[in-house]
């Protein structure tokens, strides 16, 4: 019993009928809600909250759902959310036998270990419901394809459509969470719909307030410009300085931690096959799962890219090296996993700038000018960087107190 689930009053049999008293629902399903308009972000969220306390009440009682769908979620009068159907769908793995008793779409919301007839737990609903927002924000799923064979390959090997395709605006937060919840592997999900609804519900407040808008640079990516003399020249000075930089905090940060810092003897290591002959200082995810560092390609361009662990596919998820003389010396993820922190040597300034990026990739943004080698807070909420006026001129670096220049990172960006 629980306000977002049909309450079932029975399940009865009359001869050889069997047939199943519920609650009548006065509303619309949640697919034919976005089909006749699209929902606001702020709406979705709040319908997504709802669904997500509905199934972290049946996972806590022991069922799964495992027919998670837009059809099979209803939107009432009160503009209450209703999961319906709990139970009707509980055959393991059974792809056949699930498409005989509903449409193919239901295809489009099976988790990876659902379709290979694995065993599935409460992780494979996660993924549906993570199906289901992308499908409220945007109107389409994030897998598609022509016919099932098509359908069932980009589910079990494509990365999901771009949410920021359809959504330009759409929150760091909230692409965090369709991340975590459309990965491919279910040990690298949300592990429990209440972590989910966590994070939209911190979504949700930051949809809410009222947060400082930064003008994004023209991406020029397909324009092409030689670098002349003088910005080879402005390059190397600034390599030489940030190099020199890297040397000065990193010896700032043993003085001032040596006392606190222990190595641990028995620590095992991975070595990861990064497919680039020239990388930069990479960044790992608090999670321990993701690798962002700054690449230069065949033909020498740098960008940034991410790449999940265990996987070692590098996606680019910059194109700067149109207006770039050097992408970055280092790469670093924010504590939720949703942006990365980087800099680079502006082309047209000769400046350098902290510019962050989705980690699904996208438009980068400039928070701040003249900065380099940027690390987050712990909280999130803020970035800390070097300052630097002009190449080879340093005019702040780390302290006792913590860093000497802040920029403030609220909501999105």
């Known amino acids: 019993n629980h306000p977002n689930i049909c309450t079932i009053h029975a399940i009865e049999e009359t001869g050889h009928d069997q047939f199943i008293v519920m609650e009548y629902v006065d509303g619309i399903t949640l697919r034919e809600k976005f ?25 806590g009682n022991g069922i799964v759902h495992r027919d998670i769908k837009s059809d099979n979620i209803m939107v009432n009068k009160k503009n209450q959310i209703k999961v319906m159907d709990f139970g009707l769908a509980k055959l393991k793995g059974s792809l056949k036998l699930t498409k005989a008793t509903s449409t193919v779409g239901t295809l489009g919301y099976m988790a990876p270990e659902q379709i290979q007839g694995a065993d599935s737990d409460h992780r494979s609903d996660i993924f549906s419901f993570g199906v289901v927002l992308f499908e409220m924000l945007t109107g389409h799923l994030p897998f598609r394809g022509e016919h099932d064979a098509a359908l069932i390959y980009s589910i079990l090997n494509e990365e999901p ?12 937060e909230i692409l965090h969470v369709l991340n975590s919840a459309l990965e491919k592997q279910p040990e690298d999900r949300y592990q429990t719909v209440a972590e989910m609804v966590r994070d939209l519900r911190r979504a949700q407040k930051q949809t809410s307030r009222v947060s400082r808008i930064i003008e994004a640079v023209p991406d020029r990516s397909n324009q092409e410009r030689p670098i002349t003399t003088e910005k080879k020249n402005k390059r190397a000075l600034y390599l030489a300085s940030m190099a020199g930089l890297l040397i000065v905090a990193a010896a700032i940060f043993l003085l001032l931690s040596q006392s606190s810092v222990e190595l641990n003897p028995d620590m095992t290591i991975k070595v990861l096959d990064i497919p680039f002959t020239e990388i930069q200082y990479p960044g790992l995810s608090p999670d321990g799962k993701w690798l ?19 996987s070692g596919e590098a996606k680019r998820i910059t194109n700067d090296s149109s207006r770039s003389l050097f992408a970055s010396f280092s790469a670093n993820i924010s ?25 699904l990739g996208g438009m980068s943004r400039v928070v701040a000018g003249g900065g380099a080698i940027a690390k987050w807070k712990p909280d999130g909420g803020r970035i800390g960087f070097v300052r630097v006026s002009n190449p080879g001129t340093i005019e702040h670096y780390p302290s006792s107190s913590g860093w000497k220049e802040l920029v403030d990172c609220p909501a999105g960006w």
């Open 161 to 172: 459509e771009s949410l920021q395709k359809f959504v330009p605006d759409a929150s760091g």
């Open 35 to 59: 089909s006749r308009a699209p929902i606001a972000v702020k709406e979705a969220i709040t319908y997504a909250i709802q669904i997500g306390e509905a199934l972290e009440e049946a996972h």
């Open 292 to 310: 962002a560092f700054p690449a230069a390609d065949a033909k020498g361009r740098w960008d940034i890219y991410n790449m999940h662990a265990s």
């Open 335 to 359: 504590p939720d996993g949703s942006l990365i922190a980087y800099n680079l040597l502006n082309s047209e300034t000769g400046k350098s700038e902290i510019r962050l990026v989705s980690a």
